[in-house]
T-cell receptor, first 110, second 114 residues
Framework: TQLLEQSPQFLSIQEGENLTVYCNSS?????LQWYRQEPGEGPVLLVT?????EVKKLKRLTFQFGDARKDSSLHITAAQPGDTGLYLC??????????FGTGTRLKVLA | NAGVTQTPKFQVLKTGQSMTLQCAQD?????MSWYRQDPGMGLRLIHY???????DQGEVPNGYNVSRSTTEDFPLRLLSAAPSQTSVYFC?????????????FGPGTRLTVL
């Protein structure tokens, strides 16, 4: 059974700092998704990476897929309070099934 | 489009009571799913459906039933609530793409079982 491990579990930083969160697996990902979840709401898809080594940018967020497709990272440049939330990675685990990581809870202080 | 809607937003039950969590989507997606979210455990798949009349079990199906009579609706039933079912429940609807899918989540139902 594929497991997704995310690190760190919690992160509290000051506005303007940079940060990186990680998603790792013992198995190869067919693809990997990153979500952000704000308090009291459901997760919202940020990006999907498919190809090993792929890099995608979404404003100040940079997503990277490892060459071997067993790890991924999310880097935020100049974090803002609006980036506060729970960041989840997810990967298909069969037809129509997804498994989710345990998440990184980020708090950006003004 | 309203997207994915869930009701109720909050619910408190006593052990042994039954209830139905409602989920509806107006995007005409065939695939829908139910997850539960517990602290430190991410989201875990309970049941899913690939179309009207077709459902299947996910990772943690025990204690839950589902049905899919229409494309729009996918209710989740708790037959006899237990404290272990205290959680936040999310319904999701999936848009299938050429190479990847996009899941749209509802706002969740926070359930407490006493």
């Amino acid at each position: 059974t594929q497991l997704l491990e995310q690190s760190p579990q919690f992160l509290s930083i000051q506005e303007g700092e940079n940060l990186t969160v990680y998603c790792n697996s013992s198995s190869v990902f067919s693809s990997l998704q990153w979500y952000r979840q704000e308090p009291g709401e459901g997760p919202v898809l940020l990006v999907t990476v498919v190809t090993g080594g792929e890099v995608k940018k979404l404003k100040r967020l940079t997503f990277q897929f490892g060459d071997a497709r067993k790890d991924s990272s999310l880097h935020i440049t100049a974090a803002q309070p609006g980036d506060t939330g729970l960041y989840l990675c997810a990967s298909p685990s069969g037809t129509y099934k997804y498994i989710f990581g345990t998440g990184t809870r980020l708090k950006v202080l003004a | 489009n309203a997207g994915v809607t869930q009701t109720p937003k909050f619910q408190v039950l006593k052990t042994g009571q039954s209830m139905t969590l409602q989920c509806a989507q107006d995007m005409n997606h065939e695939y829908m799913s139910w997850y539960r979210q517990d602290p430190g455990m991410g989201l875990r798949l309970i049941h899913y459906s690939v179309g009207a009349g077709i459902t299947d079990q996910g990772e943690v199906p025990n204690g839950y039933n589902v049905s899919r009579s229409t494309t729009e609706d996918f209710p989740l039933r708790l037959l006899s609530a237990a404290p272990s079912q205290t959680s936040v429940y999310f319904c999701a609807s999936t848009k299938q793409g050429a190479s990847t899918d996009t899941q749209y989540f509802g706002p969740g139902t926070r359930l407490t079982v006493l």
